[in-house]
C-alpha cells in the first residue's frame, strides 16, 4: 500500500520560511513519479503550486515564483517545499501527489499558517 506523509507546516511570520516534506512508502518506484504540490485555503479550490518531473524539470504557479523551489530525494523516496518570504495568502493546507500515468497517491496534508 503507497502512502504519502507530509510534514513540516506550521505557524510562521510574515516574511518566515519553512521546509515541507513528503515521504513516500509502499511499493512504488519514486523515481518515476511526478511529484506535485497543491495548496487548498479555506473557501477556495485545490491549487497547484508546484511540480516536478521524475528527469527534473519544474514549475510553479505564478504567485509563488522566486520563492518558493520543489525538490526531491529519490534515494530516500522524497519530496520537498521550500517556501520562502512567505505572506499571509500562503496561508492553506498543502498536499503532496505522486503521480505517473494513470496512478496517483495523495497525503492528507499539511497546515502552513502564516500570520504576526
Known amino acids: 500500500q503507497v502512502q504519502l506523509v507530509e510534514s513540516g507546516g506550521g505557524l510562521v511570520q510574515p516574511g518566515g520560511s519553512l521546509r515541507l516534506s513528503c515521504a513516500a512508502s509502499g511499493r512504488m518506484s519514486f523515481s518515476i513519479y511526478a511529484i506535485k504540490w497543491y495548496r487548498q485555503a479555506p473557501g477556495k479550490q485545490r491549487e497547484l503550486v508546484a511540480g516536478m518531473t521524475s528527469a527534473g524539470i519544474t514549475n510553479y504557479t505564478d504567485s509563488v515564483k522566486g520563492r518558493f523551489t520543489i525538490s526531491r530525494d529519490n534515494a530516500k523516496r522524497m519530496g520537498y517545499l521550500e517556501m520562502n518570504s512567505l505572506k499571509p495568502e500562503d496561508t492553506a493546507v498543502y498536499y503532496c501527489?505522486?503521480?505517473?500515468?494513470?496512478?496517483?497517491?495523495w497525503g492528507r496534508g499539511t497546515q502552513v499558517t502564516v500570520s504576526s
Open positions: 501527489k505522486a503521480i505517473f500515468n494513470t496512478l496517483e497517491y
